[in-house]
């Protein structure tokens, strides 16, 4: 008996162990090894970097139902340690190897949180597909579907309807994204459920407001506006109310007459730094020095003070007017933006406190920037170069590269010009303009060689590093394939096109980057025009109206852009547009490069701001899939 007891024994003790050893099963994912496939709540959860890169700009969310709240995620001797409370249903960490984007290829890093008894929250799926689509696709994510959103948010608020309040904007809005007649009855769900009782209040109204919103039924949602402002007039929505008509006012005259009326709720809306900034920036344009100075005082947030001052002197420094003014306001966005730095009140909800300290970093950069060029103007050279060696930052900004070696030149320090200038060019961070700047300080400073050999090992450099770092981020997913009418009404069909390189770029009229890239995206356009083996189509999306076409066609036309021109269609019930619902296109610009066989190699989002980077990234992207 004691035997079989002692057998029974071991036996469990070897089902614990192997039990044990199931639940931290470390899983390994590119560079990186995870102590386990799912978070375990209030445990320690490890993360092994196997690279050698810097990862000091990564981070991860917390997400809860719909929201996703960031934290920093930190390296020690290429480890870190993160505990998760049990509040929480998913963690998604981004990570940055030497401040580039490194997604597991579209896939992410994206992690359920269980309990000790390996259960999730009830909404855990739900969480986990609607991050992919919502937050993740601001990542770059490629992984995130619609369709299953959708049915993971209605399986979760089926068993648990208490959950409505949650989700039922996000509800709303993943129906738009999978199914336009699906959308509607979301919609009608909600908004019966709430006129169906006896007496409605605030929270029912404002709920009703975001159906309405959600749904684009102005009406019904100026009519529930309107009925919070007479019922609730102190309620916050009523004072936005007030507000919103200044949105709409052309003269100045209108819109001080306007502040004056609605001092108390322009003051306590979200909108108040912004029409603030406004006004002082309309008292300025005409040199109402006092009045300016007024609505300045009154700008509660000293970033935004700083953004003001700098918008103003920027614009002063490139038309050489007023230099000496614009200096001082510049100087003070610097101070401003310093103080800020060391107390660090104003960090918001949407960045952990290093994303935020990072963002002040780059906002002190660019400030520099402008205040280096007043300087530079002013014939302060010695001073200019000092503040443009704090604008350059990490060399990232190739226009302020090229700025740091013009001040240097000028000032006679060309074998200073010459080492920098080779940095920055051999890491792919130069403007064509630089390279010249190069050549110039190289023969001044009668360094050995030639200057065009040296420039171009620098360039090839440069080269190799960006196919490295392209070929880490190269997918390989099925390109969804479509048919769209170009602006001449010509039918233009993907899956035609197959056995060529094909660059979708998605944009809109109203997308500032998107028409920023175009000069970058016109120099591409024109190097591979008589290139049959590679074709441009420009995705035009999220814009409807009866006169969409004219107006896109009228935007080419003035900008003389040899672009040809796709329509996305939108979908007849519901808000999204085809192409990009298909591309899981959540952000412009996006670029979407397909190979010739006819798969998505790689996905790019946003716009770094310089067109000959742009141009460079795009030949190196055509020139792996035609290697």
Not at 164 to 191: F, L, N, T
Request: hydrophobic share 35%.
């Amino acid at each position: 008996m004691r035997k079989f007891i002692a057998l029974v024994l071991i036996a469990m003790t070897l089902s614990n162990c192997q039990s044990e050893e199931k639940k931290i099963q470390p899983e390994t994912i590119g560079d990186f090894t995870f102590s386990s496939g799912d978070i375990v709540a209030n445990s320690p959860f490890t993360i092994t970097y196997n690279g050698t890169s810097d990862l000091s700009n990564s981070f991860f969310h917390q997400v809860k139902h719909t929201k996703a709240y960031p934290y920093d995620v930190e390296f020690t001797n290429n480890e870190a340690v993160v505990t998760i409370p049990d509040s929480i249903s998913v963690v998604a960490f981004h990570f940055y190897e030497n401040q580039q984007p490194e997604n597991n290829k579209g896939k992410g890093y994206v992690f359920k949180v269980v309990n000790e008894d390996g259960k999730s929250a009830v909404d855990a799926e739900a969480a986990y597909q609607f991050y992919l689509i919502n937050d993740g696709a601001f990542y770059d994510l490629t992984t995130g579907d619609a369709t299953l959103t959708l049915n993971a948010i209605e399986t979760a608020l089926a068993k648990n309807p208490q959950l409505e309040d949650q989700w039922m904007p996000s509800h709303i809005y993943v129906a738009q994204q999978a199914d336009g007649d699906k959308a509607k009855a979301v919609a009608e769900k909600y908004i019966t459920e709430v006129t169906s009782k006896s007496e409605l209040d605030l929270e029912d109204y404002k709920q009703l407001s975001t159906v309405y919103g959600r749904t684009q039924d102005t009406r019904r949602y100026d009519s529930i506006k309107a009925i919070i402002s007479e019922k609730f007039p102190e309620s916050k929505m009523a004072q936005q109310h007030k507000v919103s008509p200044f949105f709409n006012l052309e003269s100045l005259e209108a819109k001080e007459q306007f502040f004056v009326d609605n001092n108390n709720a322009i003051m306590q809306s979200p909108n108040a730094d912004y029409i603030l900034q406004n006004l002082a920036v309309g008292n300025f344009n005409i040199k109402n020095d006092s009045a300016f100075k007024g609505y300045f005082e009154m700008i509660k947030s000293a970033t935004s003070k700083a953004s003001l001052l700098n918008s103003i002197a920027w614009a002063r420094a490139e038309k050489g007017k007023d230099l000496e003014k614009a200096a001082e306001m510049s100087k003070l966005s610097l101070d401003l933006i310093e103080k800020e730095q060391g107390e660090l009140n104003e960090q918001p909800q949407y960045y952990s406190p290093n994303q935020y300290k990072r963002n002040l970093d780059f906002n002190y950069n660019m400030y520099a920037d402008t205040y280096a060029l007043l300087l530079f103007k002013l014939g302060k050279t010695e001073e200019a170069i000092t503040y443009q060696a704090k604008a350059i930052g990490k060399g990232m900004s190739p226009d302020n590269n090229e700025r740091y070696i013009e001040y240097l030149i000028a000032d006679g320090q060309y074998d200073k010009a010459v080492d920098k200038a080779k940095t920055f060019i051999s890491e792919g961070y130069a403007t064509p303009t630089l390279n010249d700047y190069f050549k110039d300080a190289f023969t001044q400073a009668n360094k050995k060689g030639d200057a065009n050999t040296v420039l171009s090992e620098l360039k090839e450099s440069a080269k190799i590093k960006q196919l490295e770092k392209l070929e880490k981020t190269m997918l390989d997913e099925k390109a969804p394939d479509f048919v769209a009418k170009n602006l001449n009404n010509e039918e233009v069909k993907l899956s035609a096109l197959k056995g060529k390189t094909v660059i979708l770029d998605f944009w809109a009229t109203w997308c500032g980057p998107c028409i920023s890239s175009f000069p970058g995206m016109q120099k591409a356009v024109t190097k591979y025009k008589n290139d049959e083996n590679v074709v441009f189509l420009f995705v035009d999306t999220f814009e409807s109206g009866e006169n969409r076409i004219t107006e896109v066609q009228d935007f080419i036309n003035e900008n003389k852009y040899d672009f040809e021109v796709l329509i996305d269609p939108k979908e007849e019930n519901g808000s999204s547009h085809d192409i990009a619902k298909k591309y899981n296109i959540s952000g412009i610009p996006t670029k979407v490069i397909i190979g010739p066989n006819g798969r998505i190699k790689f996905k790019d989002v946003g716009y770094s701001g310089s067109n000959d980077k742009l141009l460079n990234k795009i030949d190196g992207m055509i020139s792996l899939l035609n290697f």
